[in-house]
């Protein structure tokens, strides 16, 4: 088979492409366009009906940005960047949903899609290397590479909570929002007016929470951690800042070339113990008062996630001001973390989000204090008590990083499961690859880049078509990370992971959501910058990172 025209390989009847990407979200709408402009046939496999990936399926009352808006959009067209106007600095889903809807159309991606497909297997065939790929649905297809677009936060988690199929009011995972009517957000009605049930407190459930509260007869918050939150500070783009901000263009997208984590908020080079007790307090609170986005976490002195001393400064700070918000000094404390220090856990944006707690018809329930027993045909039960309800919202996160891959059963060069590689210890080479697994790529793979999505997916999917076309060029067909490689990023990633205080708490990020899964930060911590160079030094080497055939 040649490259460019899908065709059927060998004596096999199932249409073979050079590459099949799983994924029409943020990088698997990039990597089809930038595949494609290189000449490679492609098919990109989508199990929603829609592009979009994670702003297809989070159409839940809230869900927006939380970073800003013209740093969060794909830069590889400068008329792209010119042409849309993004209408507030942390857009709302619909917005983003739009936007990508318009990128899909404007680069003409659609004919190279096939929607309502999920993947459910993928085997490496050693013979003629390439993967076989099985959906759901049974249809079946080849390719030389296969390249996983999945998304890190996309495998849905619903809590192993008794008795769920006996209740009579309605239940959902708030990535499975039901859709609106007509637009490309979700429905509002589905709470109106309702007793309504949110299990979850983390970034999700932040945004979700006041929402629900203004429609709703009542709102539960089944809490069993509380999380620290800043403040979003969102705000309307009117048309003269929207020009203002299109002139700094260069200037901004610099700003997240160089910084740690490609956002537009760089670290305040000074120790917290740099400076006098009153300078510190009047940088927080500036930052508390007027920082966008992540500028309380991000653009904070250079040690807040470093050392644990300077981490509790702030933590104490931010308590102050959710005593100072929340009127009820009782629900106050239960919504003060306790369990880690502020930044440990990926920081929840908030608009209101603490207000909400002062209102007749919200109650915060902590299910440390009375854990949920089961749910019940009427509501859910705790140890205390019954709730009655008519809707259950799960916001309850997502097997993350690892789960979109896992879930598939993906065999490698000798027959072994993906699962069962990572189910002991999680390796990688870069988060792009991982050995015994030939042609098989990751894009914000676990071990990938903690940063702005969109910046760091163009960077791997960058790195994979060049990979492709080098490949092409020789007529080389095989590309595996070798065993040394892989060990010395896996060691390199734990590494940089160490220097930071993420792993010294529970969360997501290292897995301890999903009962069983082995302990390793699912994203690179080490400097985007540094992720680039190496990704860069990679390719001038012409690739003795892999074992190329
Ligand atoms: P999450 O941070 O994992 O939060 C899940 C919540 O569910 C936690 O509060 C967890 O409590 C709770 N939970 C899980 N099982 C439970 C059980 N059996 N009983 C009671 N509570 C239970 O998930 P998420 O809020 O969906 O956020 C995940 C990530 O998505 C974020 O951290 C962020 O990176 C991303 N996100 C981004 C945006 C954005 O960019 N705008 C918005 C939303 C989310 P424990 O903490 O006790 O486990």
């Given at each position: 088979m040649s490259y460019a025209q899908p065709g059927t390989a060998g004596n096999s009847s199932i249409p073979t492409y050079d590459a099949l990407i799983v994924g029409a979200g943020v990088s698997g709408l990039y990597q089809v366009l930038r595949l494609r402009e290189a000449g490679f046939s492609v098919l990109c496999l989508e199990?929603?009906?829609?592009?979009?990936g994670t702003w297809y399926w989070?159409?839940?009352?809230?869900?927006?940005?939380?970073?800003e808006s013209y740093t969060y959009?794909?830069?590889?067209s400068e008329e792209l960047l010119r042409d849309w106007n993004w209408s507030e600095h942390f857009a709302a889903q619909p917005e983003t949903l739009a936007y990508l809807n318009h990128v899909a159309d404007r680069f003409d991606l659609r004919p190279h899609i096939r929607f309502d497909t999920r993947v459910a297997a993928a085997t490496f065939d050693e013979t003629d290397h390439r993967w076989e790929v099985l959906t759901e649905s049974g249809a079946c297809f080849r390719a030389r590479f296969l390249i996983m677009?999945?998304?890190?936060?996309?495998a849905t988690q619903l809590p192993d909570i008794p008795g769920v199929d006996s209740f009579r009011g309605q239940c959902f995972h708030t990535s499975r929002w039901p859709h609106a009517p007509e637009g490309l957000g979700g429905d509002?009605?589905?709470?109106?007016g309702k007793r309504v049930g949110v299990i979850g407190s983390g970034a999700t459930a932040v945004q979700l929470i006041p929402h629900v509260a203004e429609g709703a007869a009542h709102l539960h918050v089944f809490q069993r951690t509380a999380n620290w939150c800043a403040p979003l500070h969102n705000a309307p783009i009117p048309a003269e800042e929207q020009a203002a901000l299109k002139v700094r263009y260069p200037e901004i997208l610099a700003l997240c070339d160089r910084t740690a984590g490609a956002f537009m908020h760089e670290f305040?080079?000074?120790?917290?113990?740099?400076?006098s007790d009153a300078e510190r307090e009047a940088k927080f609170e500036a930052l508390y008062q007027?920082?966008?986005?992540?500028a309380l976490w991000l653009g904070n002195?250079?040690?807040?996630?470093?050392d644990i001393r300077a981490n509790r400064l702030l933590s104490e700070f931010v308590a102050k001001k959710i005593r100072a918000r929340v009127k009820d000094p009782a629900v106050a404390e239960k919504l003060i973390p306790t369990t880690h220090g502020f930044g440990q856990r990926r920081v929840p944006m908030e608009t209101n989000y603490y207000e909400t707690?002062?209102?007749?018809?919200v109650t915060l329930v902590d299910v440390r204090e009375q854990p949920i027993e089961c749910i019940t045909p009427k509501g859910i039960r705790t140890a205390a008590q019954e709730y009655e309800l008519d809707l259950i919202i799960f916001a309850t996160g997502f097997d993350a990083g690892t789960g979109a891959i896992t879930r598939i059963d993906i065999r490698g060069s000798d027959g072994r499961l993906i699962r069962d590689k990572w189910s002991r210890e999680l390796k990688t080479f870069m988060g792009l690859q991982t050995a015994g697994f030939p042609n098989l790529f990751m894009h914000?793979?676990?071990?990938?880049?903690?940063?702005?999505i969109p910046r760091c997916a163009q960077v791997t999917v960058d790195w994979v078509t060049d990979l492709a076309c080098h490949m092409r060029d020789r007529g080389l067909t095989r590309a595996e990370p070798t065993a040394a490689a892989e060990d010395e990023w896996t060691r390199h990633a734990e590494e940089e992971a160490d220097?930071?205080?993420?792993?010294?708490a529970n969360s997501w990020l290292m897995g301890?959501?999903?009962?069983?899964k082995p302990r390793a930060?699912?994203?690179?911590?080490?400097p985007a910058p540094l992720f680039r160079r190496k990704c860069r030094e990679v390719a001038e080497s012409g690739y003795q990172a892999l074992e190329l055939r």
């Open positions: 199990a929603g009906s829609g592009v979009g989070n159409r839940y009352p809230g869900a927006r940005f939380d970073s959009a794909y830069t590889f677009a999945s998304g890190i936060l996309s509002k009605s589905v709470y109106q305040d080079q000074r120790s917290m113990f740099e400076v007027n920082g966008r986005g992540f002195f250079r040690d807040v996630m470093t707690y002062n209102r007749a018809n914000i793979g676990p071990h990938a880049a903690f940063c702005n220097k930071t205080l993420l792993t010294k301890d959501n999903i009962p069983g930060l699912l994203l690179y911590a080490g």
